[in-house]
């Protein structure tokens, strides 16, 4: 399985992006997609998890600012990041796996918070 990310850049404090995450290859047993993020410096975070059934979890840190979602039939996974603050900034890494996250990784993409 493969997972090339994008959609990530320079948003200014408050303002929106939106990453997406396209998985390639054997994605038959693909039931769980998300992102992880990890900062300069900082431990990796979960930020977002979304199943093939559209349940959805997501850390306290973004909760209620930001959306995951998932198109099954194109095998991609979304983040809709709203109102986003400079503690947004980091590398997000698209996931997918069968019962775990974690079992295939994408290259992540680049979101900088700053005005």
């Known amino acids: 399985v493969q997972l090339q990310a994008s959609g990530g850049g320079l948003v200014q404090p408050g303002g929106s992006l939106r990453l997406s995450c396209a998985a390639s290859g054997s994605t038959v047993n693909i039931n769980v997609m998300g992102w992880y993020r990890q900062a300069q410096g900082q431990q990796r975070e979960l930020v977002a998890v979304?199943?093939?059934?559209?349940?959805?979890k997501y850390s306290d840190s973004v909760q209620g600012r930001f959306t995951i979602s998932r198109d099954n039939a194109k095998n991609t996974v979304y983040l809709q990041m709203n109102s986003v603050k400079p503690e947004d900034t980091a590398v997000y890494i698209c996931?997918?796996?069968?019962?775990?996250?974690?079992?295939?990784w994408g290259q992540g993409t680049l979101v900088t918070v700053s005005s």
């Open positions: 979304i199943t093939n059934s559209g349940n959805t």
């Open positions: 996931c997918a796996g069968t019962d775990y996250i974690d079992d295939y």
